[in-house]
């Protein structure tokens, strides 16, 4: 039906730069709010970064002026580029999709999606 892959994590040197890409892909009829989250070992998953379908931004504090979100609507696809790159940053990188879809039966189902997990690691 509908599912999130993610790709471009991966291990960078402090001050380095990722950029991370989700693709949503499936019968989608219209795809409102995306966003990053991530989970480091033992802490609670926390929101990085946001946009709207009206491209609207929001950022958590710790990602501001390092981290840009962006979003390609022709191919559901969202990104997060990441710069200067920390240790504190290390964690595991989860997409989230907002989206309505059309399920085998026809109607038109609302849902928030998870990706699978992606790792970023900042370490030297």
């Known amino acids: 039906q509908v599912q999130l892959v993610e790709s471009g994590g991966g291990l960078v040197q402090p001050g380095g730069s990722l950029r991370l890409s989700c693709v949503a892909s499936?019968?989608?009829?219209?795809?409102?709010?995306m966003g990053w989250y991530r989970q480091a070992p033992g802490k609670q998953r926390e929101l990085v970064a946001s946009?709207?379908?009206?491209?609207?931004?929001n950022y958590a504090d710790s990602v501001k002026g390092r981290f840009t979100i962006s979003r390609d609507s022709s191919k559901n696809t969202v990104y997060l580029s990441m710069n200067s790159l920390k240790p504190e940053d290390t964690a595991v990188y989860y997409c989230n999709v907002d989206l309505v879809y059309r399920n085998p039966y026809g109607t038109s189902i609302a849902t928030s999606l998870w990706g699978q997990g992606i790792q970023v690691t900042a370490s030297s």
């Open positions: 946009i709207t379908s009206g491209t609207s931004t």
């Open positions: 499936g019968s989608i009829l219209s795809i409102r709010a």
